[in-house]
């Protein structure tokens, strides 16, 4: 759950800012469309691009984790995706202290720091990830006959 809290956050930072002209003049130029961008009747809100676009990631993301937690083993807690204001660097919700939940976080920034780190990843978690998760025999190794 740590990691996703923290790569959805950052993922979602990465549509950029909102209302961002750099967005309106790629999609005029054809570098940035919308997935449906041939399909769609509907004329593209250049102003909200990177908003429309980063909605739809969310929404994927969403209906991902209802898919994989339905995989969960009995007693295996569910895995949930993090609210669109947590631990922003970008857009509306950029430097404000709120919850994975969503909601506006009460307390220090002391308090918020601790409050973080109980909820992405430590260095003991990146430690056991590399050393116990990405073992070289976590696979079946194979003679490659190439």
Do not use: C
Not at 91 to 119: I, N, P, R, W
């Amino acid at each position: 759950q740590k990691y996703i809290n923290k790569w959805v956050s950052t993922g979602l930072d990465l549509f950029g800012t909102d209302d961002s002209t750099s967005a309106q003049w790629a999609y005029v130029y054809g570098i940035k469309g919308r997935y449906d961008e041939r399909e769609s009747d509907i004329e593209a809100d250049r102003e909200h691009l990177n908003e429309a676009s980063r909605e739809l990631y969310f929404e994927e993301l969403r209906k991902e984790m209802v898919r994989i937690s339905k995989s969960r083993k009995e007693g295996e807690p569910e895995l949930y995706i993090p609210s669109d204001r947590f631990k922003r660097g970008i857009g509306k919700y950029a430097g404000q202290s709120y919850t994975v939940h969503g909601d506006l976080f009460e307390g220090s920034d002391t308090e918020y720091e601790e409050y973080l780190s109980s909820v992405l990843p430590t260095d003991e978690d990146e430690d056991r990830l590399v050393n116990e998760y990405m073992k070289k025999e976590w696979i079946q190794y194979r003679e490659w006959k190439g």
